[in-house]
C-alpha cells in the first residue's frame, strides 16, 4: 500500500508510472545498472534507457561512471522534495504575477456554488486564512 501511494504521489508531481517505478527501486538499492534497476521495478528493459534519461533532465537520479559499468544513484528523496517544492513556488510566483497583469479592475461580487468535496474545502481554508477577525457561515 505505501508503495502505491508512493507511487501516486510521485505521479501527481510529475513522473510518469515507469519513473516513479524505476526511481523508487533506486532508492532499494543502489548505485545500480539499468538492467538491475528495470528488473527490481518491472519497468520493460526496452524502455529503461529512455526512463533514466528522463529522470536524469528532471534531476532525480545521476549517472556514475563505473570502470566496468554505468552505474545511476537517485537523488535522496529530501532533496527531491526540496527542489521540487522551490520549482513550482518559482512557477507559481510568476504565474500569479501573469494572471494578475491579465485581471480587470472591476470588483465583482458574486454568490459561488462549489459542488466539489475538495473545492470546497480548499475554499474554506482560504477564507479562513483570509479573515482578519471573524468568519460568518451561513449553509
Known amino acids: 500500500m505505501v508503495v502505491n501511494n ?3 504521489k510521485l505521479m501527481e508531481i510529475g513522473f510518469s508510472e515507469n519513473e516513479a517505478k524505476a526511481y523508487m527501486a533506486l532508492l532499494l538499492e543502489n548505485p545500480s545498472t539499468a538492467y538491475d534497476i528495470a528488473k527490481r521495478s518491472a519497468v520493460p528493459t526496452s524502455k529503461i534507457y529512455e526512463v533514466l534519461a528522463k529522470l536524469s533532465e528532471k534531476g532525480a537520479v545521476f549517472e556514475i ?3 566496468e559499468k554505468c552505474r545511476y544513484v537517485p537523488l535522496p528523496p529530501d532533496e527531491l522534495i526540496t527542489n521540487h517544492k522551490n520549482r513550482l513556488e518559482g512557477t507559481l510566483a510568476e504565474l500569479r504575477e ?3 497583469e ?3 479592475n472591476a470588483d465583482l461580487s458574486f454568490m459561488r456554488t462549489i459542488r466539489d468535496y475538495g473545492n470546497l474545502l480548499d475554499k474554506a481554508r ?3 486564512e483570509d479573515a482578519r ?3 460568518l457561515l451561513s449553509v
Do not use: F, M, Y
Open 65 to 67: 561512471d563505473d570502470k
Open 98 to 100: 501573469g494572471l494578475n
Open 126 to 128: 482560504q477564507i479562513i
Open 102 to 104: 491579465l485581471k480587470s
Open 133 to 135: 477577525e471573524t468568519v
Open 6 to 8: 508512493t507511487k501516486l
